[in-house]
């Protein structure tokens, strides 16, 4: 991945680009994934393949993601806007452009093939793995992303479709009622007796198939572990055997009002009638089944990555790896994401351009996933699309001692606004929460009443910024 002067390193320096062949974009979404890595700080994982990848990338280790649920997170990933706080956000968009057309903006992927670029997805890279609607997520009448894909494809085995392989454990396990299905499972077998196996062969597939081309690819891969349930190949469990975990921050329920919620996502499983918040053995085994799903990700990863330099084509590849919102482990009495805290919001951000300056170099640089769009369309010589909200990542690529900017969030009960020093999160009833993250008790103390001044000032920054 480092050998010739690419298109891409002359986008960056800005020079001529006339006689250059277009980069290739290949785009990996882990879902559910914390910046739980070892290139992010977390020194007990074993993601020796990610890690490698942001030895050669600018990390961003203060990304943020828009909203802390899959459908509305990719919906700023994928339209460069900020949406409705619903998994169904897409199939929305979708609606409107079957009523009209008109106002409704091309998404990412829709804009790449515009440009010329055969564009193929691979796994869950909208909400729904494959892209299509219906009862069992395979109804070809109801597309999540109309225009957007020339192939939008989900493998699903003995998992029968892409319900089935979305919250599926191992060899064609189905979760029906959650409440008969493990929330913890680790299976003696290989990487294909989980769905991820099956994702990362068909993207391996379409790889050597895009690759064989004259035009150039944007090709979407959607992992889907570290989602529940934790069910991991054992040998990825086994890594953690005897392995001593850090102590979990801050695992006290608020005192006050909060968006701390009841881990009803993580409860409604069968855990056994144990609860991670009050028993410690039992969160330290879903923590190390966390753990596992993260390395058996790590290795999917792993695979592409290594095709793609079989392929010939690393040379020319964008590649931009992104956890599509955080995950409590504990942090605040919460398992499970859908707060507005740190864990929620952040999530890993790596992003690849081959000959980059400064490459491994990370950057602190405040960032949000809306930012990805228009990044992308500068690093592949694009026109950047009008009606982006988000702010190009060029500068933090050329240099990451760049500064960032504030990144909001939101779900349907709250917003957040993150500057460098806080956060504030406003209520729909009014309150007010503000943390101060130069502080050691940072969101475990609620700031606002002793400083309104402060309060104002951002929420006026968070009224400009979202709509």
């Known amino acids: 991945m ?6 891409t390193l002359l986008s960056l320096l800005g020079l001529s680009t006339a006689l250059a062949q277009k980069p290739n974009v290949l785009l990996i979404c882990i879902d559910d994934l914390r910046p739980e890595l070892k290139c992010f700080g977390a020194e007990y994982i074993h993601s020796p393949n990610i890690d490698r990848l942001a030895s050669q990338s600018r990390v961003f280790t203060r990304h943020y993601t828009n909203a802390p649920t899959c459908g509305a997170s990719r919906f700023t990933l994928l339209t460069g806007q900020y949406g409705p706080y619903t998994n169904e956000a897409l199939f929305r968009r979708a609606d409107e452009l079957k009523q009209s057309p008109i106002g409704v903006t091309p998404s990412m992927p829709e804009w790449f093939r515009q440009h010329g670029y055969t564009t193929v997805s691979v796994g869950k890279v909208s909400h729904h793995p494959g892209g299509r609607g219906g009862d069992d997520w395979d109804d070809s009448s109801k597309i999540e992303m109309p225009d957007a894909w020339d192939r939008h494809l989900m493998p699903s085995g003995a998992w029968q479709h892409p319900r089935g392989i979305m919250h599926g454990l191992s060899n064609g396990q189905i979760r029906n009622k959650p409440s008969q299905f493990d929330v913890l499972e680790a299976f003696d077998g290989d990487d294909s007796s989980y769905p991820d196996g099956l994702i990362t062969d068909e993207a391996i597939k379409q790889l050597s198939q895009v690759s064989k081309t004259e035009k150039p690819f944007f090709l979407a891969v959607g992992i889907i572990r570290p989602h529940l349930p934790f069910g991991a190949p054992k040998k990825y469990l086994d890594l953690y055997d005897g392995v001593e975990l850090p102590p979990i921050p801050h695992p006290n329920k608020p005192s006050y009002t909060t968006t701390w919620h009841g881990s009803g996502e993580f409860m409604r499983y069968n855990r056994w009638q144990r609860d991670p918040r009050q028993d410690a053995d039992f969160a330290d085994m879903v923590r190390r089944h966390y753990a596992a799903c993260v390395s058996y990700a790590d290795a999917q990863v792993g695979k592409i990555l290594k095709h793609l330099e079989s392929s010939g084509q690393a040379d020319n590849t964008i590649v931009l790896l992104w956890g599509d919102h955080g995950w409590h482990l504990g942090e605040h009495a919460i398992w499970g994401k859908h707060a507005l805290f740190e864990e929620s919001l952040r999530s890993p951000l790596i992003i690849y351009a081959p000959n980059m300056p400064k490459q491994g170099k990370q950057t602190t640089a405040i960032v949000e996933t809306v930012d990805i769009f228009p990044t992308l369309c500068d690093l592949a010589g694009l026109k950047k699309p009008d009606f982006s909200i988000g702010r ?31 956060r504030l999160i406003q209520h729909r009833n009014g309150h007010m929460e503000l943390y101060d993250h130069r502080k050691p008790d940072a969101e475990t103390n609620n700031l606002a009443a002793k400083h309104p001044e402060i309060v104002d000032t951002l929420k006026a920054q968070l009224d400009k910024r979202k709509k």
């Open 2 to 7: 480092r050998r010739l002067l690419s298109y």
């Open 392 to 422: 190009s990542l060029l500068p933090q690529l050329k240099d990451p001692l760049t500064q960032g900017h504030s990144a909001i969030g939101y779900t349907n009960k709250a917003r957040t606004i993150r500057t460098d020093r806080y």
